[in-house]
């Protein structure tokens, strides 16, 4: 049996790219899943593609930018499941729009970015830590980026809203470890979902030759998948890295050890 087994999960931005991924990993062992997004649609679907798998998706509407959102995405998790065990702070977001330089990129737009990216972070956490402390402990897992790390040209607003998802990480492994709640962070580089999707489309030109110089520039020779951050997701949350927090783990391709992601 999984040690995830009944174990209550929440994952925002779960319905779609490496939100979706770590949903579907968690209830292939045996999780309770909530998967918390605004894409109805997709949500649902998700919900139904785990109908055949050991664990269970449920899919509720939410805008975690919102206090009252994540207020009801906690409250659902302690009146289906009794309490919440992990929280991946997944959801994020990157318009093709909003790459600009800083002087150019609208106010709202930045607002945007940091409400969706790290503001939700911290309303999550506050909404569901203290359920964690009642069981006994807990996991908190958020998704940064190597953008957090290094930059690069036209993304402030991205770059800024994963550098403080990085900090944010440290300072709440430190806040909570008394209670046995861990804090860590998961870097992905180039994933294959639908923000790169859109990215793609607004390069112009050939589609396939820009995806294959993304590939060329990982040094592991191509871009990741949802799963391969599922799989780090799942080790963290777990037992065997039960010495770990407050740290944040690259899963890029060896994109930072040459010291730049683009």
């Known amino acids: 049996m999984s040690e995830f087994q009944d174990k209550a999960v929440i994952v925002t931005g779960g319905a779609k790219g490496i939100g979706s991924g770590i949903c579907l ?3 292939r062992e045996g999780a309770s899943v909530l ?3 605004v894409d109805v649609n997709a949500g649902e679907r998700l919900a139904a593609e785990s109908d055949s798998l050991p664990g269970h998706i449920r899919f509720q509407v939410a ?5 009252d959102a994540c ?5 659902t998790a302690v009146s289906e499941w009794g309490g919440v065990d992990v929280l991946c702070n997944n959801v994020g977001v990157q318009p093709v729009s909003s790459y600009l330089p800083a002087h150019e990129l609208p106010e709202e737009t930045w607002d945007h970015i940091l409400n969706v990216n790290l503001k939700s972070a911290f309303l999550m956490t506050r909404h569901c830590v203290l359920e964690m402390i009642k069981r006994g402990g807990g996991v908190i897992i958020n998704t940064a980026s190597v953008q957090g ?3 690069t040209k036209g993304v402030c607003a991205y770059a800024a809203s994963k550098g403080g998802i990085l900090s944010l990480t440290r300072q709440l ?5 008394e209670h046995n709640v861990r804090v860590l962070a998961v870097n992905p580089g180039t994933i294959d979902t639908p923000l790169v999707d859109e990215a793609l489309q607004a390069m112009g030109g050939n589609e396939t030759e820009h995806r294959e110089r993304m590939s060329r520039s990982h040094p592991i020779g191509r871009i990741g998948t949802p799963n391969d951050i599922a799989n780090a997701v799942l080790f963290l949350a777990s037992e065997k890295a039960s010495f770990m927090t407050g740290e944040n783990v690259c899963v890029d391709g060896g994109m930072m050890a040459k010291g730049a992601w683009s």
């Open 25 to 27: 990993a968690f209830a």
């Open 173 to 177: 492994a430190l806040e909570y470890a």
């Open 71 to 75: 207020r009801a995405l906690a409250r």
């Open 35 to 37: 998967c918390a997004d």
């Open 149 to 151: 790390l290094q930059s």
């Open 63 to 67: 805008d975690v930018a919102r206090d």
